[in-house]
């Protein structure tokens, strides 16, 4: 078999490895961080992302308020090992692989996203009906 062939059971038991690891994060961070840098963040672990070699486990976070996020980084990357230690008491695995994370500001995004598109709305809907909607066709 090929490196680059892959059995959906391997798929499936990475993806329940990498949820199993997020949520263990997860949990780790709302259990451990006493780090003066988080108080007052909203620490959200949105993914879990392992290495083809499982060696390397990044996760990407989400940190409200969004200025903050440097700072939250600093702190999880210092924390890492006393959070490796909170998580290998969740979950079942021989050895946990080497911790990385990332800031994710999709959240951020899709609520601009979501704020711009409910403005539009808003604006369309002070607009007569006859501007907006297309004329239906009459049928004879």
């Known amino acids: 078999m090929n490196h680059n062939d892959h059995e959906p059971s391997d798929e499936r038991a990475a993806g329940r490895l990498s949820s199993a690891l997020r949520r ?28 083809p070699d499982r060696s390397t486990v990044r996760f990407h976070i989400s940190v409200l308020p969004g200025e903050r996020g440097m700072l939250a980084l600093a702190a999880l990357r210092h924390a890492s090992g006393r959070l490796k230690a909170g998580m290998f008491k969740k979950i079942e695995i021989r050895r946990l692989p080497r911790l990385e994370f990332v800031l994710d500001d999709s959240l951020k995004k899709q609520a601009a996203l979501d704020a711009a598109m409910q403005a539009a709305s808003q604006s369309r809907g002070h607009m007569p009906a006859s501007d907006c909607a297309p004329e239906e066709p009459t049928q004879d």
């Open 24 to 51: 263990a994060m997860q949990s780790a961070i709302a259990e451990g961080m006493a780090d003066p840098r988080v108080e007052g963040c909203l620490i959200t672990v949105l993914d879990a992302v392992m290495t």
